[in-house]
Nanobody, 121 residues
């Protein structure tokens, strides 16, 4: 059974940095594209960033481009989201997800439980 566990969230001030981690177990990590999503209260879930199996392709959504960077370490079965210059509008529950078939996972792929990121002004 594939499991994803996020870590690294928390409460920070505007302009600070955080690095989220997503450790995958129970599957073959280097066969999964990985992605980060977020959902703020009252809003739809949105794709934040995605990375292909060998890091050859990455995607970053416009609101985070230049501030967030997705990466992965296939030896550690872990994907990361480095978040710099955080803004209050980045406040959300962040989810990681894995897909063996798509760059951007969908509901029928593997998902973590989510982790809160709060940016205080």
């Amino acid at each position: 059974q594939v499991q994803l566990v996020e870590s690294g969230g928390g409460l920070v001030q505007v302009g600070a940095s955080l690095r989220l981690s997503c450790e995958v177990s129970g599957g073959t990590f280097n066969k999964y594209a990985m992605a980060w999503f977020r959902q703020a209260p009252g809003k739809e879930r949105e794709t934040v960033a995605a990375i292909a199996t060998r890091s050859s392709i990455t995607y970053h959504a416009t609101p985070v481009k230049g501030r967030f960077t997705i990466s992965r370490d296939n030896d550690k079965n872990t994907a990361y989201l480095q978040m710099n210059y955080l803004k209050p509008e980045d406040t959300a529950v962040y989810y990681c997800a894995a897909s063996a078939k798509k760059l951007i996972p969908t509901d029928d792929d593997y998902w973590g439980q989510g982790i809160q990121v709060t940016v205080s002004s």
